[in-house]
């Protein structure tokens, strides 16, 4: 009798220990990726960024080393083509810097939205008005005069960042259109274009901080890929949500659904 409850105390041990081992060894599998997923996170993040930093500062660094070198002897034209490059240049790494700490904020959960009653077709105004605009495309906006409560400073960044994605990933001849609209107690806001499109398989991953869709056509820099994460960032901090669909006659439709209060 003692030596058969031994074995099953030596049983039960045995199979404690393997547990704790088991625990332990999927423990230990667990960090190492979490590890791997941040070291990758990491490379991701320093590629992504990398050439949207260095190309504005070669502009900065050239542009005013040619100030300095001509001792401010050029013509006031050339002299103030130069002071134009240098502040444009200037503004887009302000634009990625902010990004990025917004970014940063949000993942951390201290970001809340500061709601105010707002005129939805002066918010539409305001935002279109702030997106660079480089090719000086025409953007068709068509926005409800109704008042809406939102934080007015985050929606303005969803509508640049939404349409600086369509002008950035389309085709210099392709149209872009903003609709906003007061829709089910909260706000709707489309921007549509006519160029490629996203793939089916991309429709998630574009929302995704450095994710791209494949295949711009539009010929500049496909940036960081930071834009439409807070898009859909900011949306959810609304309690909305964002998302894309194909446009009926071509291209691509990005919707953002905000609630009221």
Known sequence: MIDVTERR?????LVKSERKYSEAFRREREAAQRLRTLDEMKNTFLEAVSHDLRTPLTSILGSALTLEQSQLQLPSEDALDLVRRIATNARKLERLLGDLLDLDRLQRGIVSPQRRPTDLAELVRRG??????????????????????????KVERILENLLSNALRHTPAEARVWVRARAQDGGVSIVVEDEGPGVPDDHKLAVFEAFRQAPGSSSGHSPGVGIGLSLVKRFAELHGGRAWVTDRDAGGAAFHVFLPGE
């Open 9 to 13: 105390l030596a049983e039960e041990t």
């Open 128 to 153: 279109v008005e702030e997106t660079e605009n480089l090719t000086g495309r025409p953007i068709e906006a068509d926005a409800e005069s109704v008042t809406v409560s939102v934080d007015a400073a």
